[in-house]
């Protein structure tokens, strides 16, 4: 599922981030940045050392901040590392915090020249942000931050299952649709 936000395209896509050939990706991290599991783990192990050794200088990151490294030997040239919030109930800044999340990556990647971008479904793993609530929110700051900056040629949501796809591409239709009305 694809929508366009003037130049700039927003898709979904299942697959596995670390093989994915956007510019940067971005890593659903924890706040040391020095690697954990899922998203993260999987990020740390394929990119390879030179990850976790500039990690290691940037001093950790604060929930809903973003920072960015090579790539290693990934086939993206770099990782946006952000720090998504754990869900509790949703009245605890979590919708805010997982929006800056987003905004931050997309500000760190333009900062830095890149102009692909992917994204996993950043908390919706053992920080336990229900998928379709992270996704509204996702969708919604990712379109309004393509509506100022057409810099960005592509933001891609990388899910690794299908369910995750399903509603993710769902919520695009519908946010794609509502813009065109």
Same mark, same amino acid.
């Given at each position: 599922m694809r929508i366009m936000i003037g130049k !700039?395209?927003?898709?979904?896509?299942?697959?596995?981030?670390?093989? *994915?050939?956007?510019? =940067?990706?971005v890593n659903a991290a924890n706040k040391t940045l020095l690697?954990?599991?899922?998203?993260?783990?999987?990020?740390?192990? =394929?990119?390879?050392?030179e990850i976790l050794e500039q990690c290691h200088r940037l001093n950790g990151c604060d929930t809903g901040d973003a920072k960015i490294t090579t790539g290693g030997r990934l086939p993206a040239? /770099?990782?946006i590392h952000t720090v998504g919030p @754990?869900?509790? *109930?949703?009245?605890?800044?979590?919708?805010?915090?997982? =929006? !800056?999340?987003?905004?931050?990556? +997309?500000?760190?990647? +333009? !900062?830095?020249g890149v102009r692909t971008v992917a994204f996993p479904a950043? !908390?919706?793993?053992? /920080?336990?942000?229900? @998928?379709p609530k992270a996704a509204?929110?996702?969708?919604?700051?990712?379109?309004?931050?393509?509506q100022k900056h057409?810099?960005?040629?592509?933001?891609?949501? @990388?899910?690794f299952d299908a369910d995750a796809l399903r509603v993710f591409a769902g919520e695009l239709e519908r946010q794609g649709n509502a813009g065109k009305e």
């Open positions: !700039s395209s927003v898709e979904a896509v299942q697959g596995d981030i670390t093989k *994915d050939y956007s510019h =940067a990706i690697g954990g599991g899922g998203v993260d783990g999987a990020i740390h192990r =394929a990119g390879g050392p040239k /770099y990782v @754990v869900y509790h *109930d949703g009245k605890h800044n979590e919708p805010e915090l997982l =929006a !800056s999340c987003h905004r931050r990556s +997309l500000e760190v990647a +333009l !900062s830095n950043i !908390s919706c793993g053992v /920080y336990g942000y229900p @998928v509204a929110i996702a969708i919604k700051t990712v379109r309004t931050f393509l057409q810099e960005i040629e592509r933001v891609r949501f @990388v899910l």
